[in-house]
């Protein structure tokens, strides 16, 4: 009877286990863009859901983060992938091919008036990013820093405007405003991400 008892509660064990995990669907998502655009204040934000107030620091490579946030049926984990050029030649593709889902978080705040250089990166790092995702994948692009409201983050309205030449026909792509650094817009542009995995 003892020996009845110890079987059963390690197959009730093993059958909670196989419930949890079909309980939720994993998701990996990857976080690519220019440097200093947001993407690590991103995913520190997801993980503890309130604002980000410490200086950023430059992710250097990639930083892997499991389970990371749980919405709804969705478990989601990130690859957090260094901006500067020779991270993007090294990391994005190889990030791109485990993930889901794709995040190009943007500095909504560089324009080409005051930054040519920034812009002309930001705009280069676009196109790349869609050369190299499969057009299966959804592709949310986060115009960030929203809060930085005096320095007249592109919208995005203007933003079909400026990256009109980018070849987004034929995939699932939003472009929408956020504040990593405050949370304003993240969880919305997640959910629309979701809907598409």
């Not at 059963?8 to 669907?25: N, Q, V």
């Not at 500067?84 to 909504?108: C, G, H, L, P, R």
């Not at 005096?150 to 034929?170: A, H, R, V, W, Y």
């Amino acid at each position: 009877m003892f020996y009845l008892y110890i079987v059963d509660s390690i197959y009730m064990g093993f059958i909670s286990k196989i419930m949890e995990k079909s309980d939720y669907k994993e998701v990996t998502i990857s976080l690519i863009g220019p440097p200093s655009a947001g993407k690590t204040t991103l995913t520190r934000f997801m993980k503890s859901g309130k604002p980000v107030l410490e200086k950023p620091y430059t992710t250097l490579g990639v930083e892997i983060r499991k389970n990371l946030i749980t919405i709804d049926q969705f478990r989601i984990s990130t690859i957090d992938t260094g901006g500067q050029k020779v991270f993007q030649q090294t990391y994005w593709e190889a990030a791109i091919e485990q993930s889901d889902a794709v995040i190009f978080v943007m500095d909504a705040t560089i324009r080409e008036e005051n930054n040519s250089e920034l812009y002309q990166l930001v705009k280069s790092q676009l196109s790349y990013s869609f050369d190299i995702i499969p057009e299966v994948l959804p592709i949310l692009i986060l115009l960030n820093k929203q809060d930085l409201k005096e320095k007249d983050p592109i919208q995005p309205i203007e933003f079909m405007e400026l990256f009109s030449d980018t070849n987004i026909k034929g995939r699932s792509v939003a472009f929408m405003p956020s504040s990593a650094k405050y949370g304003d817009g993240v969880e919305p542009a997640l959910r629309w991400l979701l809907e598409y995995v």
